[in-house]
């Protein structure tokens, strides 16, 4: 069986051992300052949500599209996951697709926010798509896209806030 990867990165594929060092330099924060008494302050800036009055480490929505379309285009799969991204305000690392023969595709878009999962059965017009943020981006902005692009008659979405209270 054949099957092809695409690495599709928002810099572009020179050489990765850089970027990755660039991306983390500016858009990732390692460490948090600490505290007069010594304690790191994970308050001050640690993306954690609120979400309905509960703080939570980040919205984890889980999106079943059923009768979709265009479940084996992997261009149109890699414009809607950009799309998605740019709807919720997040900052995209890069985008991982897989192309599976006959049909189907995998693939990541790694946000500094956390993530965007999609796995695709086009014989049975069903995706599972995983949309996994935190801090101010907002995840429940990928459901219309997701609905429009792929023409889904029926999109289902259940909800896990991870890391309540943490």
Known sequence: ?????????????????????????????????????GRQDFQSNDHFAIRNGVRCAGVHLIVDLHG??????????????????????ATLLHIHLHHFQPSGVSGVAVLAESHISIHTWPVAGYAALDVFMCGSADPDKCIPVLREAFAAKRVGVDEILRGKNA
Do not use: F
Not at 14 to 32: F, M, S
């Open 1 to 37: 069986m054949s099957q092809h990867a695409l690495l599709r990165s928002v810099k572009g594929l020179g050489i990765p051992g850089t970027a990755r060092k660039e991306d983390r330099k500016t858009k990732l924060k390692v460490a948090t300052p600490a505290t007069e008494d």
């Open 68 to 89: 979709a379309k265009r479940l084996d285009d992997i261009d149109h799969i890699e414009a809607t996951l950009r799309r998605c991204v740019e709807a919720a305000k």
